[in-house]
């Protein structure tokens, strides 16, 4: 599944694409839901990556990115005219989605155990704000450089710390089997964090902005800035379709993603003046000849003429 929007703002344009595949799974928990409208100025993305035995994960992601999308939508007016911020809007849908899925565990002893990861981005007049629980990777690309915006929920942040502290070595973090284990979840209970700066992010043309569930975190830093240096001028959906491409592999799982790139829009070019083309024909009539039979000649700077 592919999809592509594009989306003017004040001063920058916005090419978005989703993606989605399942692998080599027979399910798809992870879902992705774009808020990007034509002729608005703002827009949001939801992610979420289900957890759960049988078809309890896709319940869960899918409850997560609905509540998240309806709570940011039924509040665009106020954030229009200052009068919330998406800060709180985020907090607020979190909040809600997790009730959510208290509710439905509540009902049903099959849904028992589900959860969800979430990554909303919002774009608002250039700037970015966001909120994640979870390990669903942000990356923003600026100037050749890749770097991770959002905080990771999971143990692979404590192992790595090992790491580069000496205690662990790199091959056993790499390959550590608790990386994936996961320290704050939506699930009905209490949220253990939330990664939700106060202030945005100001974006810039040609920014490239990814994100997915964890299943893109199987795309290290470097193979991401391969894919974008093959084709430095590519639409968000090419890039979306050359991530999936390279998961594609015989133990890839669920994934779900997004491309954001922002650029300049394109200017119209000045109009053309009438007055600068060439004159071919003209309807005024030619100045009337002088009469040669009448003598002119001057007298006190007069010119006066002989009958």
Known sequence: ???????????????????????????????????????????????????????????????TAAEFFCQIRMNDSALDVGLAKPGTILRAAAAAANRRLADERERSDELTGMGSTVLA????????????????????????????????????????????GGSMLPEVGRDH???????????GGEIAAIDCPQAPLALWPDDIIILGTDGLKRLDGSA??????????????????????????????????????????????APIEADDLPVLASAEPDPPEPDPERQAYWYRGQKYYKD
């Not at 344009?13 to 399942?22: F, G, H, I, N, S």
């Not at 990386?179 to 939506?186: A, F, G, K, Y």
């Not at 669920?254 to 491309?259: C, E, K, P």
């Not at 790139?261 to 394109?266: A, C, E, N, S, V």
């Open 1 to 63: 599944m592919l999809d592509r929007q594009l989306q003017s703002t004040d001063t920058l344009q916005l090419d978005v694409a989703t993606a989605a595949a399942k692998g080599d799974r027979d399910y798809q928990h992870d879902t992705v839901i774009s808020g990007f409208a034509m002729g608005q100025s703002s827009g949001f993305v939801v992610i979420a990556g289900g957890r759960g035995e049988n078809d309890s994960g896709g319940i869960a992601s899918a409850i």
């Open 224 to 269: 991401i800035l391969a894919i974008l240096a093959e084709a430095p001028d590519a639409g968000s959906d090419v890039i979306a379709r050359a991530l999936l491409d390279a998961l594609n592999n015989d133990d890839q799982g669920n994934v779900a993603l997004a491309v954001i790139r922002l650029t300049l829009p394109r200017t119209d070019p």
């Open 121 to 164: 981005p919002v774009i608002r007049h250039n700037r970015l704000s966001w909120l994640s629980v979870g390990n669903a990777p942000m990356f923003l690309f600026r100037h050749g450089s890749l770097r991770q915006l959002n905080k990771d929920h999971s143990m692979a942040t404590q192992i790595d710390l090992m790491v580069k």
């Open 177 to 187: 089997p608790e990386r994936d284990v996961l320290t704050s979840l939506l699930n």
